[in-house]
C-alpha cells in the first residue's frame, strides 16, 4: 500500500480519535502504513490483563468465522469493537476483540511472542492451516503455526493407522501437555534438521529421548502416557521429511517410515510408507520393497484411506509376483469443500490434489543423476539411497498418467515418463485390453475341465459391470460365442434371458465404442421377457422367461433383491469388472468387509452356483469367499492372479523405457523413434505378458491336483516363509499345519485353488529376493532370461539389455517364475530336505534338465493339447514330468561336481547318455497325448540308467556290461520289490517321506557299490 496521508480526521472516525489514546492511533496508523495483501494483525495487551487481538482488514470477519477460532486458541471473547478506517479508495475493518484466558492473565509479553500469534491467527484465519483444539498451543508453548501442523500431521496418520483415541482427545492430550509437546517437535528438528551434522542431530536426540521418556513419568493419566509416546515412537519410525526443504503450508509435508517400526501398524507391514498432509489433501503411498510398483487413487473413505489402500497393496504384492517390483499402492482423499462444483470443476480439484501428492512423493524420493544416486537438497536420509518411485492409474485417476509424468519430468526425475505407465507415450490398457485379457486366460483354462471352449462353443454369463468399463467391457468381447444373460453395475441391470448371441455381441461393441452405459443399450435387441433396470426403481416385475432362466419363484423383486438372484444362478461364468466386494463368506458378516454400498447385495461363496468365476476387477470377492466357492466345486484362483496383466504390461512399458533412454543416452536410439518403436512393440508385449496368466494358471491346476501328496511340503514351504518375515498365515488366511491335518483327517480338500494362489505369490517373492542376492543372476547363462524378457524388436541393444539398471532383478524375477512355474511351489523345500544343497544348485539341476532333455519343446507339446484333451490330462502329464525332474534334479546335486556349471554339465551328460546309447533328441510336433506320455516313458527310464552310464563313462567300460551288472545286482538284492515295499507305506510327515526316500536312495548307492566292486575285481 502506497504511504498515506497523516490526515488522520480523513482516515479515522472521530469517535474513535476521540476514545482512543495517542499512541494507540499511532501504531494504527503505523499498521495501515505497513500493512500488504490487505491484512495485518495486532497483539496487545491492556492494564486490566485483557489480551487483545486487532485485526485489520478489508474483509468484516463475523463473529461466528472469529470465535471459534480465538476459543480454540484458549481465549474467551470477552468485547468486540469495530471501526472502520478509510485508507485511500480502501475501506479498512479494524475489528478489536478484547479477550481473557482461564488464568486471567495477560499471556503477551514479548515481541516474538506476539508475533507468533499474529503470525497465527493470520494463517489461521486464511484457512491455510485447520482450525481446531491444537492452535491452544499458540499461546501456552513456544510452538508457532507451523510446528503445531507438524504435530497435526502425526495426528492425522495416526487416525489412519487405528487408533481407540479420538482426533479431538489426541489433539487435546497435545495441548494439556504443551511443555511435552514442544520435546516431541525438538526431537523431530533435532532427526531431520539439515542444519546439523549427523553427530551433533544424534547427540541432541538422544539427549532429548532421555527427557522425553523422563516427563511421561509424569503425566496425568494412562490415555496421555500412551499418545504422546507413540507419537516419539512415530518420529523414531520416521525414515525422511520434505519439512526443511519446501513450503510446509503452501505445498504440504511428506513422511516416509519404516512401516513395521509404527506403532499399532496392523498387518501385514509394508516396507515403507510415505504419508502426505495438505490443507486440501491427505495421501499414504504402501510400497512393500525397494523395487515395487502400483496405481494411485482417488480415494472417497477419508477416515480410513490406508485400511483401502493396505487391503490394495496385499493384492498387489500377490499380483506383482511375476514382475519385476513388488506391489506398492497409493491413495489419497480431497479435504477442501466440493459441493456446488461442476463436473468439470470436480475433476480440476482432484488433479490439483493429484499434483500436490505426487509432486510430495518426489520431493522426499531420491534421484538418478549421471549415474549417481542423489537426494533431494536439505532432506536428512535415515535409510538406504531410495531412487525407485513407479506409480500407475487407478480408480479415479484413469487419466492422470501424464499428469504424472509431467510432473516426474518437471522435478527432473530420472524416469521422466516411465514414472506413471499408460500415459500417452504409453501402452493403452483399455485399448489393448490387457487386464481383461489376463483374466480370459484363467476363464478358459477353468473351462477346459468342463471340456468347454470358450471360443468357439456358447456358454452363459452374469456380469458384474458396465461396457463403458476397461475390464468388463473389454473382457465380455473376448469371444463371440457370449451369452449374457445377465448384467449389473451401480446404476442399471441388463438382463437378456436367450439373446441372439451375434446380435448382442455387436450391441456390445457399439457401447463399448461409445463408453456408453446399459440404460443405452438398445433394448429392441433384447429377447423375450428381458429389460433394463433402473436400480432406483421400487420393484421389478419378473417374467416367465426370467423365472425359467434364473430359478426365480417370486413374481415381484426389489433391484437388490434381482441382484442377488442373479448371482446365485446356475450359469457357466461370473464374470466380475467392477467395483466392490460382491461375494463373502458364510463365516464372515457385512460388517467384515470394508465395503458397505454392497451390504444389501452381497452373498456367500457357497450359494454360488456358476461353474466358474472370472475375477477381471479387484476385491470382488472375500479371499475366504472365494476359498468357500472352491470347495462347493467351482473353478476360482484369485483377483491377483486373474487381473495381474494389467500391471505386468504397465512394469514391461517402465523397463523398456528404461532400456530405451539408455539407448537415446548412447547414441543408439534417435528421441524422435522412441514411441514409433513402443508402438510397433505392442503385440510382442502383450504376448510375453498373457504368457504369464497363461503358465500360472497351469501350475495352480496342478498344485490343486497334487495338495495331497504335497500337503507336507507346503506346511514346510508356509514354515520358511514365516521364518523369512515375508508370511503371516492368519493375514492371508492361510490354513495353519494344525488345520492341515484336521482337512488330510477329515478328507476335506486340503488346499483350494485360492489359498494355492496366495502361497504361489509368497513363493515367488521368496525366492526372488533370494535369488537377487546370489551370483546365479551374475553368470553368463542367466542373460537368457534378462535377453528373453524384452520383445525381438529390442535384441540388437544388446549393451543397454545387459546394462540395465534393474538387470539383477529382471533375471531373478525371471528365474524365479520359470522354476515354479514349470517345477511347482515346494520345488526348493523338497530338494532341500533331500539333498541339502543351497538354491544355486537347485536351480542349477533344472537349468541342467532343461537343456539336456530339451524341455521347452516337451512343455510346448502339452501346451498344444489345449481343447484337444480334458484340461486334467494335461495336468497329469504336468506332474509326472515334475515327479520324473525331480528326480533327475537330485541326481544331478548328489552325483555332479559343486557348484553346478550348467554348461559344463550338461556337455558331460550328453557324453555319457550319448556313449550309453542314449538319443536326447526330442520330436514332438503336432503330438497327442500318446506321444507325450511316451516321450515321458523315455525321460523316467533313464533316471534307472544314470547311475550305470556315469560309471561306464567313470571306468571307461562298455555300458552293456554295467547295465547287465546293475540289472544281476538289482535281482540278487530284491531291489524292486524292496523299493515297492518302501513305497507302499504311508506317511504322515516330511521326515517319515525323506527318511522312505533316502532308504530308497542307500539301496541304489549300495547297487552301484556293489557293481563297483565287481568291476574293480573282474580288472
Sequence with gaps: MKKITENINEIFPSQYIANTAPEDVEKDLQILQTMQNDFAIRVYCTQDSLNHFRIYSTKAYSLSQIIPVLENMGFKVINQETVKAQVEDKTIYMQDYALSNKKNECIISNYDHNSKLEEGLRIILSREVVNDELNGLLNISNLDVFEINLLRAFTAYTQQIGTKYSLSAIRKIYVLNPEISELLVKSFVAKFNPELSREDSTEQFVALDQKITHKLKSVKSLDEEIVLRDSFALIKAMLRTNYFSQDRIEKGMAFKFDSKAVPNMPKPFPMFEIFVYHKDIQGVHLRGGKVARGGLRWSDRHADFRSEILGLVKAQIAKNSVIIPTGSKGGFVVRRSMEDLTAEQFQQAGIDCYKIFISNLLSITDNLVDGEVITPNNVVRHDDLDPYLVVAADKGTATFSDIANGLAIEHGFWLKDAFASGGANGYDHKKMGITAKGAWESVKRHFRHFDLDTQTENFDVVGIGGMAGDVFGN????????????????????????????????????????????????????????????????????????????????????PDELIVKLMKSPVDLIWNGGIGTFVKSSLEDNIDVPDRANDTIRINGKDLRAKVIGEGGNLGFTQLGRIEFNQHGGKVYTDAIDNSAGVSCSDTEVNIKILLEAAINNGSLKAEDRDALLEQMTQAVEEKVL?????????????????????????????????????????????????????????????????????????????TNRLVESQLVKAPNAEKFLINYFPSELQTYETEIKNHKLRDDIIATGLANFIINKMGLPFIVKMQSQSVSNVEDIIRSFLIAERLFNLPQ?????????NKVNASKQVELIARLQTILENHCLWFVRNLQKPLHVIDCVELLTTVLSQAGFDLSVCLDDANYEAIDKQLDRLENLESVLDSAFMAHTLKVDFDIVSNLFDEVSTRMALKELIAGIKSIETENTWDEIASKEFIRELHTLKASLASQVLEEKA
Excluded at 478 to 503: G, M, Y
Excluded at 510 to 530: C, D, P, T
Excluded at 696 to 718: F, P, R
Excluded at 755 to 763: F, G, I, P, T
Design 475 to 558: 473382457g465380455m468381447l473376448l469371444s463371440e460365442k457370449i451369452n449374457l444373460v445377465a448384467a449389473f453395475n451401480h446404476r442399471a441391470i441388463f438382463v437378456d434371458p436367450t439373446p441372439n448371441v451375434p446380435v448382442a455381441y455387436a450391441e456390445r461393441q457399439r457401447l463399448f465404442k461409445e463408453v456408453q452405459s446399459w440404460e443405452f443399450y438398445n433394448k429392441e435387441l433384447i429377447s423375450q421377457g428381458g429389460g433394463i433396470f433402473l436400480r432406483t426403481e421400487k420393484s421389478i416385475a419378473i417374467s416367465p422367461e426370467m423365472k425359467s432362466k434364473f430359478e426365480i419363484k417370486e413374481d415381484e423383486l426389489t
Design 691 to 767: 504368457a504369464d496368466n497363461y503358465y500360472q494358471g497351469s501350475l495352480l491346476d496342478v498344485e490343486e491336483t497334487l495338495a495331497d501328496k504335497n500337503v507336507n511340503y507346503y506346511k514346510d514351504l508356509m514354515n520358511v516363509l514365516e521364518d523369512n518375515g515375508l508370511l503371516d498365515r492368519s493375514v492371508e488366511n492361510l490354513p495353519t499345519n494344525a488345520e492341515l491335518d484336521e482337512r488330510v483327517l477329515h478328507g476335506k480338500k486340503v488346499m483350494t485353488a485360492p489359498e494355492l494362489s496366495v502361497l504361489l505369490a509368497y513363493a515367488k517373492i521368496d525366492l
Design 858 to 866: 516337451v512343455y510346448k507339446a502339452i501346451d498344444e493339447l489345449d
